[in-house]
């Protein structure tokens, strides 16, 4: 089931992160809930979900995946993304 739906939350995301690449804080943010919904809507079944939330099985896993997905892409990733255009400087393409 990874093999495929994995892919495909990720290409969602990219193409989310592609048409919002003039908005790169947005971009970040926004494309990490495909990833977070489809991963999260499957990977309940084959592990438990975190104890954490008080939510359905199903929800806490989309709930958990999404915020750790954000972390990594919204707040991680917009760090780098900024560091990066810091050290090329903004004459530099993008």
Known sequence: MDYLLGPVAN????????LLRSRPLLASSLGALPIGVIVGGYLWTFFPPPEV?????????????????YVAMGLLGYILYRSVYRMLGPSRPR
């Not at 290409?11 to 592609?18: H, Q, R």
């Open 53 to 69: 939330f008080a939510l359905p099985e199903w929800l806490a896993m989309i709930v958990s995946i999404t915020l750790s997905t």
């Open 11 to 18: 290409l969602i995301a990219g193409t989310v992160v592609y």
